[in-house]
């Protein structure tokens, strides 16, 4: 198992990731990850998928991985990388599940996904982490080392291998269904007076 | 006439893109503050707690808040009285972004055409409007504006029986299409009244006043607290998560318009608001 429960509540998570390592998550579980996890957000996406539709080998093999959608800002000189928090993810909606389908365990953004995804969620038994949108200077930490592995033309879109430590996420939605933005929400929202 | 030269324009909008970025300003650190007090979710507080250590540790480092370092929205006020000279004013504007994004170690999020998407490079060019104003002096004001939020800005033409009411009504719709997708706790510039363009550029310019500050118009700052009263009933709370926090103000500019019109745009900023001003 590469998913454990240390003892303040915080699930820690080793890539890569197995379909019983997904099913064991549940929406609103703190997590952190530690191991590689891949960038790649709107271009990098757009290049993959016609890849996908001819049935051709990928820049990456994305069995058990997780993809974080983020766009980096630079690296100061001597520094890993500049800020890194997550993208918007219902962009990446219309590839997602071709990408599950390929063995994809997870993807790191922020922001509701469509239907279809979670549906291909619970199918193909994967989990949607959230990072905190606009954090990027505090996520910037967890990451130890960065390199491009293909399509550098994209500059901050390329598709970059990251090792992170400790990388801090949620659960927004697991594959059985949970879904924390609707549990939360619900939770907390008011009549006119 | 007072000249003004354009190196002094570019050497201002540089240091405005590199300072907006790594310095979140003291309105937005202190609307922090004050959710934190409020705020009645747990996972609201930790998100609020957290995005107060990513400012500090953005200013300590000199590194951007958020890597969405924007597309720079540049609003000035030139003076009728002041003579530019070196040059042209837009290029210097340019020129500066150019200078400040590369320098700043700032992300390049500008693609020259909507359709090759073939990134510039330098996060320019600008969106640059000019007002031109009695006096001798230029105000220039830049906001680096996040897609994410950008993306959910929305506009719509209303009739004059819709009424306040009408606009309520649209504005909560927006906050409630915005979602997590924008980074709440969001700030909402709200521009009504004018024509099409002039009420989108009225929803962006109303973003500058400082946060927590009264609008000027007391039947209007009425409204913003009543608006902002509603949008954080919805629930959505920082990052979505759930909570009290969903907008951390509502600023609305208004126009003249048509008989026949109510203009209503809407734009979404992300708590990540960050701009910046000076008067040379």
């Keep these: ?193 | 006439m007072r000249d003004i030269h354009t190196s002094a324009i570019t050497d201002a909008v540089k240091k405005l893109c590199m300072d907006a970025n790594w310095y979140l300003e003291p309105d937005m650190l202190q609307a922090f503050d004050r959710a934190l007090q409020t705020e009645r979710s747990a996972a609201g507080k930790q998100v609020l707690q957290i995005l107060k250590d990513n400012a500090a540790m953005a200013r300590e480092r000199r590194i951007p808040y958020c890597q969405d370092t924007g597309m720079v929205v540049c609003f000035v006020e030139l003076g009728q009285d002041v003579h530019i000279t070196g040059g042209a004013l837009y290029d210097a504007i340019n020129e500066g972004v150019g200078q400040g994004y590369t320098e700043g170690y700032l992300r390049a999020s500008v693609a020259r055409s909507p359709f090759d998407r073939v990134n510039t490079g330098n996060n320019t060019p600008a969106v640059i409007h000019v007002d031109v104003v009695p006096g001798a002096e230029l105000k220039i004001m830049i906001m680096t504006k996040g897609g994410g939020c950008e993306n959910r800005s929305k506009y719509k033409m209303l009739t004059p029986a819709d009424g306040i009411p009408g606009v309520k009504d649209w504005v909560i719709e927006c906050v409630k299409m915005a979602g997590p997708d924008a980074c709440p706790p969001l700030v909402l510039g709200v521009g009504i009244g004018g024509t099409f363009e002039k009420s989108a550029i009225l929803s962006k310019k109303a973003l500058f006043r400082p946060l927590g500050s009264p609008n000027p118009d007391p039947q209007l700052d009425v409204l913003e607290k009543e608006l902002l009263d509603k949008a954080n009933r919805l629930g959505i709370g920082p990052q979505g998560y759930g909570g009290d926090t969903t907008a951390f103000g509502i600023h609305i500019l208004t126009y003249p318009c048509h008989i026949t019109s109510l203009p209503v745009a809407v734009t979404i900023e992300c708590h990540a608001h960050r701009h910046k001003e000076v008067t040379l």
């Design chain 1, 1 to 193: 198992m590469s998913v454990t429960t240390a003892s303040d509540g915080i699930k820690d998570i080793h890539t890569p990731l197995t379909d019983a390592d997904a099913a064991s998550l549940k929406a609103g579980d703190r997590v952190r990850i530690t191991g590689v996890i891949y960038t790649a957000r709107d271009a990098a996406h757009g290049r993959l998928f016609p890849l996908i539709e001819k049935g051709e080998k990928l820049p990456i093999d994305v069995r058990g991985q997780i993809i974080y959608y983020t766009g980096p800002s630079p690296a100061r000189p001597g520094e890993v990388v500049g800020s890194i928090g997550p993208t918007t993810a219902s962009r990446m909606d219309t590839y997602t599940p071709a990408l599950l389908k390929l063995g994809l365990k997870g993807t790191i953004a922020k922001g509701y996904r469509s239907q279809a995804v979670k549906d291909a969620l619970k199918q193909h038994k994967a989990v949607y982490f959230g990072s905190i949108g606009g954090a990027g200077a505090v996520l910037s930490r967890f990451v130890k080392k960065l390199e491009v592995v293909a399509y550098e033309d994209l500059g901050t879109e390329a598709i970059r291998r990251l090792e992170v430590e400790g990388f801090p996420a949620i659960v927004l939605n697991d594959c059985h269904g949970g879904d924390l933005y609707q549990d939360g929400q619900k939770a907390y929202a008011r009549e006119d007076p």
